[in-house]
């Protein structure tokens, strides 16, 4: 992938995606902007994750997948809708994960698309079901004491790896939260894109604070390792609905944690 080929790449995934939650509808062009700054940054700091299937020269599916430290991400993985089926998206897939083949553990967020599942089955990942939970939040106890947290060493704690670079992008896009033990980005309307703690109990009122002083937050990728989420996103009234799924490879589900669909 080159950096030229990142237009096509929006363009192809956005219509995909859309395909299989069609719910979710088309990215706004804030959306849009998010993505190309994203999926730039991955492009620049793992040029060897990113691959694309080209067609002529046209861009026809692309993978973006990343390195960090011992662990191996994908980012963002799809075919162009009329293509798919075809065996395209099995060579983007083994292209990719030869760049994490040095890697013992690996993580993804998977769509409900069977034909995403067919290949992250095949390449040794366990599926585990993800909700994402949504409705009017109501909370009452919002506080939140704020502290200081090594990021990356509490990453390494909960989720194997640190984020490394992927903080400053996370930073630039959603805002930061931090207490003793533990740290939030949240969304403009309070959905948390990343959240990670020492314990059950910050992360519960990390999420309790998220949820109290956001406009509309929802509570996605929500799996059964994290009980706490679930509960408290319950108890604030929000409904689960079905998002697809949590792959790993080599390591269980991080928690408490809960990731952000293209950084994990
Ligand atoms: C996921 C995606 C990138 C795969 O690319 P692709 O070119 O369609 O994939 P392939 O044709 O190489 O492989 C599809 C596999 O699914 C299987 N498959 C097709 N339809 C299926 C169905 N209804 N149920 C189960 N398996 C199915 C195929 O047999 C094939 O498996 P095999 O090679 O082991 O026989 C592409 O389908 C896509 O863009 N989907 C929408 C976006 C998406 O969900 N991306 C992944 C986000 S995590």
């Not at 995606?17 to 959306?31: I, K, M």
């Not at 691959?51 to 973006?64: I, R, S, T």
């Not at 662990?71 to 798919?84: E, G, I």
């Not at 109501?138 to 704690?157: I, K, N, Y």
Request: net charge negative; hydrophobic share 40%.
């Amino acid at each position: 992938m080159a950096p030229a080929d990142l237009d096509a790449a929006e363009r192809i995934s956005d219509a995909a995606y859309g395909d299989v939650e069609p719910s979710f509808g088309h990215r706004s062009a804030a959306g849009r902007e998010r993505w190309l700054r994203r999926t730039g940054h991955l492009l620049a700091t793992d040029p060897g994750g990113c691959v694309v299937a080209v067609a002529g020269d046209e861009v026809v599916g692309f993978a973006v997948s990343f390195r960090r430290e011992t662990t191996w991400f994908l980012a963002s993985y799809a075919v162009r809708l009329d293509l798919q089926g075809q065996g395209i998206g099995r060579q983007l897939m083994e292209a990719a994960s030869s760049y994490g083949v040095d890697c013992p553990r690996a993580m993804l967020s998977a769509s409900a698309d069977p034909k995403a599942e067919q290949r992250y089955r095949a390449a040794g990942f366990t599926l585990v079901p993800q909700w994402r939970f949504a409705g009017t939040a109501r909370v009452e106890d919002g506080s939140l004491a704020s502290g200081t947290v090594d990021l990356d060493a509490l990453d390494r704690q909960v989720r194997g790896s640190g984020h490394g670079p992927d903080h400053a992008i996370l930073a630039a896009q959603f805002r930061l939260v931090t207490t003793d033990g533990g740290y939030a980005y949240l969304d403009e309307d309070g959905t948390p894109a990343v959240l990670c703690a020492h314990d059950d109990d910050t992360a519960r009122s990390l999420l309790r604070n998220a949820l109290a002083t956001g406009s509309a937050p929802t509570v996605a990728h929500v799996t059964d390792a994290n009980p706490w989420a679930r509960a408290v996103a319950e108890e604030a009234g929000l409904v689960a609905q079905p998002s697809g799924s949590l792959a790993v490879r080599g390591m269980e589900p991080p928690a408490p944690y809960l990731h952000q669909g293209a950084l994990l």
